[in-house]
């Protein structure tokens, strides 16, 4: 009962403004709680792709882009491999050079490590609470090391896939799918050998595709290519792929679901012991589900 009404009081101060309580309520949503946050209409962006490719670095650009034109800008960047929060942000922060920028920006790290079965039943509720704070442009950064990563991208409305020059990594991202759900395409380190390459490789990748994402050399270091690309996905409309990240975030939700299911580990025992079929193991996943 205090713990609710403790909840109200940090919620209400968030909403007025409080970063403080911003971030002990991203903190409660993590870790579970149920917050009643108020629904209100968002921007979201996602940014996804190999690792290392600079999706740190170019949201750096655009927190630097919007935020000079006074538009808030909060950035949760999703972190398969940190252990806790405060490292991934840390190392985030430097390569987003106006992290610190006072009221205007707003980065707060989530390591998927502590969430075995995912982030897709925080994350929207964490887009809420944003929104509903005052945040006017929301990026989601997710590493693409696997495909329930890429899929946090799917929580977005509009999604921006980034490679490098590394012709390896785009395969990566094929593979998984992540292509057809990206509204734009960066290949970024345009001062780098072989990233022209990569984006001619990029597009004819896509030359049966009826609609292809924009393709933009960029480089997050120089800025070259950077304005033209925040045009383009300003101008991305949401509806265009809904369907496929409704899909997703479905595919998400159940993949949570299941993974935190609390009868998971005895039905994969007696799976594994020969005791139960694999059609009867899904059987008793959906009996026994609360
Ligand atoms: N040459 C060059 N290096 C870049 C550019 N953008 C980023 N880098 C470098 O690439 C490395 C990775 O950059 P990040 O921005 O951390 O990349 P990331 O995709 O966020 O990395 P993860 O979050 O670890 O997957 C850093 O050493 C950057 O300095 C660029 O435009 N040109
Ligand atoms: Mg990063």
Redesign the pocket.
């Known amino acids: 009962m205090a713990m609710g009404v403790k909840k109200e009081e940090i919620l209400l101060s968030a909403l007025e403004g409080s970063r403080r309580d911003l971030s002990r309520l991203l903190s409660l949503i993590e870790s579970g709680e149920d917050i009643n946050v108020p629904i209100q209409d968002s921007w979201t962006l996602g940014v996804t792709?190999?690792?290392?490719?600079?999706?740190?670095?170019?949201i750096?650009n655009f927190v630097n882009y919007w935020s000079s034109r006074g538009e808030k800008v909060a950035v949760l960047?999703v972190?398969p491999s940190s252990p806790n929060s405060g490292g991934a942000l840390l190392?985030?922060r430097m390569?987003m050079p106006l992290a610190d920028s006072g009221d205007l920006v707003f980065v707060r790290s989530l390591a998927t490590r502590n969430h075995p079965g995912g982030l897709s039943t925080y994350i929207s509720t964490m887009i809420d609470c944003l929104a509903a704070c005052g945040w006017d442009r929301i990026v989601i950064?997710t590493?693409g090391s696997g495909q329930s990563d890429y899929r946090i991208a799917a929580f977005a409305d509009r999604i921006l896939l980034?490679d490098g020059p590394d012709r390896g990594d785009i395969i990566q991202a094929e593979k998984a799918g992540i292509i057809e759900l990206a509204d734009i395409i960066a290949v970024?380190?345009?001062?780098?050998k072989g990233s022209q390459q990569a984006a001619e490789t990029i597009q004819s990748s896509l030359s049966m595709d009826e609609n292809p994402p924009p393709i933009h050399l960029?480089?997050?270091?120089?800025g070259s290519g950077i304005e033209a690309m925040i045009e383009d996905i300003e101008k991305c409309l949401p509806g265009q792929k809904s369907g496929l990240r409704a899909r997703e975030r479905l595919i998400s939700a159940w993949d949570f679901r299941l993974l935190s299911h609390p009868e998971l580990n005895r039905i994969i025992h007696l799976l594994e012991t020969g005791n139960i079929t694999l059609q009867e193991a899904v059987e008793s996943l959906n009996q026994s589900e609360g």
């Open positions: 792709g190999p690792p290392g490719v600079g999706k740190s670095s170019l750096g960047a972190d190392g985030d390569r950064e590493v980034v970024n380190k345009s001062d780098m960029v480089c997050s270091h120089d």
